[in-house]
């Protein structure tokens, strides 16, 4: 099972912020259909500890979490209500509201919605489809979606708004100007999430690169006549060709000479290699008539705990270095027939890299 750490929610987390402010650059360039794109590919996403959710489904006591999907969610609706498309915006809207009834851009965006729909507002998105073409338009764009106006035309609401057309024109540069420091804030932080994303997965690389060079180091060093070495995406198990127990937990000669010569060599890469690891014994046995055909069994653990003695019996290594456990009698290295019985009255070894410490 691969275990979720904090630096891969993090990483996760950057991602889907990432992503947010590339749909926010191309809605501010007025370039909506790709805005669009991006935040229909947002629609379902690997939220963290919760799986594949929806959207308006994620987890909301996370205050960096919500606020992105917030973001997504408000960026949508004033996508949908540029390109004319105002029952979805109202929609997304609802969406942001349900997650945050006191969010001010969804408050006002549903109340303009709702003159439109009363007659008191007319509704010209100001570009239907690609990119603007108009420079006007953009500029009207570029303070709209980042500065909290309206992607809506600069016409008279019919409620009496003061200032005439002069006080519209000041009030679109005041936005324009709000808009363009706004954008500035964005890109610096789209800059130091790109910087903190790309830091973690260099440290996934390296951390993946001296995984794989510790098990190969191993594969080599533990090599052996009589040995199977198994190699793994995360670990290296080590079967032992013939079984290391001819019956009960007595074990054989050779399977004594075998597991002493492995635990010298384990103890040697830790020492002369600087090759960290640690092992799981794995004590395997044959279901009997009478017995339980599965569970593990007392007779397994038993092989894995001499075993491990004589791995560290002949090494500086000690008994709390091993892991021990029983694997379930259906689980043997080979096939459970009759002929692979001997053979699966054994051990097995499983070699993992140890995690590296966290960086002071």
């Not at 006002?108 to 239907?128: D, N």
Request: with cysteine; net charge negative; aromatic share 4%.
């Amino acid at each position: 099972m691969t275990e979720v750490t904090d630096d891969s929610v993090d990483a996760r987390a950057l991602s889907l912020q990432l992503a947010v402010n590339r749909a926010h650059s191309a809605a501010r360039a007025g370039d909506l259909a790709l805005a669009a794109r991006l935040l229909d590919e947002l629609g379902e996403l690997d939220w963290p500890d919760a799986g594949r959710v929806s959207l308006e489904k994620a987890d909301t006591e996370s205050g960096a979490d919500r606020a992105t999907v917030l973001a997504a969610l408000n960026l949508r609706a004033k996508v949908h209500a540029q390109r004319g498309e105002l029952a979805e915006a109202d929609a997304c809207w609802s969406r942001v509201e349900a997650l945050a009834p006191d969010d001010p851009d969804a408050a006002a965006g549903r109340r303009t919605l709702a003159k439109i729909a009363a007659g008191r507002r007319h509704a010209r998105p100001v570009v239907h489809t690609g990119r603007v073409a108009v420079i006007a338009a953009a500029l009207v764009g570029a303070a709209l979606i980042g500065g909290g106006g309206w992607l809506f035309a600069n016409a008279d609401d019919g409620e009496g708004g003061e200032g005439g057309d002069g006080g519209r024109a000041s009030k679109s540069v005041a936005e324009s100007d709000t808009g363009s420091e706004r954008l500035r804030v964005e890109s610096r932080r789209a800059d130091e999430l790109k910087a903190r994303l790309a830091a973690i997965e260099d440290g996934f690389t390296a951390d993946a690169e001296q995984r794989d060079s510790t098990l190969d180091e191993v594969a080599k060093r533990l090599a052996m006549p009589g040995v199977e070495i198994r190699r793994h995406a995360e670990d290296v198990q080590l079967v032992f060709s013939t079984g290391v127990f001819p019956y009960d937990s007595v074990i054989s000669p050779e399977g004594a000479e075998a597991l002493t010569e492995i635990g010298r060599r384990l103890a040697d890469l830790e020492s002369e290699a600087g090759t960290g690891v640690e092992t799981t014994v794995v004590g395997h046995s044959v279901a009997v008539p009478g017995g339980a055909p599965s569970g593990g069994s007392v007779v397994a653990l038993n092989r894995a705990r001499v075993a491990a003695q004589y791995l560290a019996q002949d090494s500086d290594l000690r008994l709390t270095d091993f892991r021990l456990v029983s694997a379930d009698q259906r689980r043997g290295p080979f096939p459970a027939t009759d002929a692979n019985a001997p053979r699966n009255r054994t051990v097995t070894l499983l070699i993992t890299p140890k995690e590296p410490r966290p960086a002071p």
